[in-house]
């Protein structure tokens, strides 16, 4: 009997310890207080401190005009092509964000997103909401974004995520930093995904210059007619007002 309550005693005590070491999985929704005035993006000391913690990133240097250009494309809508002309005619390097069915359905535009020394981010495989999925299935939506895109590109590394739907835990964070990727936020965006609500160019110029900001992070769709045909004056327009565009790859 006394060997039992000792072997009891033994397991309250592991057991707190064990929740206490465990990530939470509460879902977070990303989101931030929108810059204005070029005057940065701001997601809060409890974000900023979490995200900091496992090396997530929403936005660079604020005293720096350096502009982060990304594209979550889930699927092709038609404007891969315009925007990846426009890229290339204004010499822009920028990630795209891509799911499983965008590699399956587009592997020739994939082709020429890194051969035009562009960078392919994961997605996900499926673009579940990760927070509902067990560590084992991440990994797995993870590796077959970064094993297929290898496969049809090339391109050897993987290095950055974007969370399907914007929606991550402190669990899923800690997930994909032991698979060796950085979590790549955003500190601007404006709703272009809805490909039955385009409003046109001027919308999306509009909405992209009151929020740019320096060390800005941009997650554009690339499913929005709009974005493609305002492209190129955002892109020219901004480097008239003394801001350049750099890889991912530079951002401190």
Wanted: proline content about 4%; aromatic content about 10%; hydrophobic content about 35%.
């Amino acid at each position: 009997m006394k060997r039992i309550w000792c072997i009891l005693s033994l397991l309250l005590l592991w057991i707190p310890q064990v929740a206490y070491g465990a990530a939470s999985n509460q879902a977070i929704h990303w989101g931030f207080k929108k810059a204005a005035n070029e005057q940065p993006a701001e997601a809060g000391a409890e974000y900023d401190q979490l995200l900091a913690k496992y090396g997530a990133v929403y936005k660079g240097d604020p005293s720096s005009k350096t502009l982060y250009l990304t594209f979550d494309s889930g699927y092709e809508n038609g404007n891969m092509p315009k925007i990846l002309k426009v890229l290339k005619k204004e010499k822009v390097p920028a990630t795209f964000f891509v799911t499983g069915h965008f590699l399956e359905s587009q592997p020739e535009l994939s082709k020429q997103i890194v051969k035009e020394g562009h960078i392919i981010g994961n997605h996900s495989w499926h673009h579940p909401d990760f927070t509902g999925e067990s560590d084992a299935e991440i990994r797995e939506e993870l590796k077959k974004v970064k094993d297929r895109t290898k496969e049809l590109t090339g391109q050897k590394t993987m290095k950055y995520l974007r969370p399907p739907r914007g929606t991550f835990s402190e669990r899923t964070l800690k997930i994909a930093k032991e698979e060796g990727y950085t979590h790549v936020f955003w500190s601007l965006a404006y709703v272009d995904w809805n490909v039955n609500q385009q409003k046109g160019a001027q919308y999306a110029y509009d909405n992209i210059m009151k929020q740019i900001h320096p060390g800005c992070i941009l997650l554009l769709h690339s499913v929005s007619k709009d974005n493609a045909d305002a492209l190129e004056k955002v892109i020219k327009d901004l480097k008239k007002k003394g801001y350049q565009f750099k890889s991912l790859d530079a951002l401190k």
